[in-house]
Nanobody, 124 residues
Framework: QLRLVESGGGLVQSGGSLTLSCAAS????????IAWFRQVPGKGREVVSC????????DFFGSGKGRFAASRDNFRSMAYLHMNNRNPDDPGDYSC?????????????????WGQGTQVTVSS
């Protein structure tokens, strides 16, 4: 069974840092495109980052560019989103998503499986 489980969400002060974790099971992480999405009430999912299979590089989107980083530990089947210099644009429900074929996509429809999400809030 293909499964993703996020953790690490919580409250962080504006300007602070937070790392989200995504635990993968049932598939090889190194053979899977992993993306992070953010969703706020009343809006659809917005892509935050996507890590490619071909070269392992990560593309960042939106307000996370220049502030966020991504990493993965294939041995432990873990993917991470490092959120630095948090600002009021960052709160939301963050989910990791996986895709075993194709390429990175900004569309949530392209991803095969999802985690349950973890909530992130920012205090001023």
């Amino acid at each position: 069974q293909l499964r993703l489980v996020e953790s690490g969400g919580g409250l962080v002060q504006s300007g602070g840092s937070l790392t989200l974790s995504c635990a993968a099971s049932g598939f090889r992480l190194q053979d899977t495109i992993i993306a992070w999405f953010r969703q706020v009430p009343g809006k659809g999912r917005e892509v935050v980052s996507c890590t490619r299979i071909t070269d392992g590089r990560t593309d960042f989107f939106g307000s996370g560019k220049g502030r966020f980083a991504a990493s993965r530990d294939n041995f432990r089947s873990m993917a991470y989103l490092h959120m630095n210099n948090r600002n009021p644009d960052d709160p939301g429900d963050y989910s990791c998503a996986g895709e075993t074929f194709g390429s990175c996509s900004e569309s949530s429809d392209e991803y095969q499986f999802w985690g349950q999400g973890t909530q992130v809030t920012v205090s001023s």
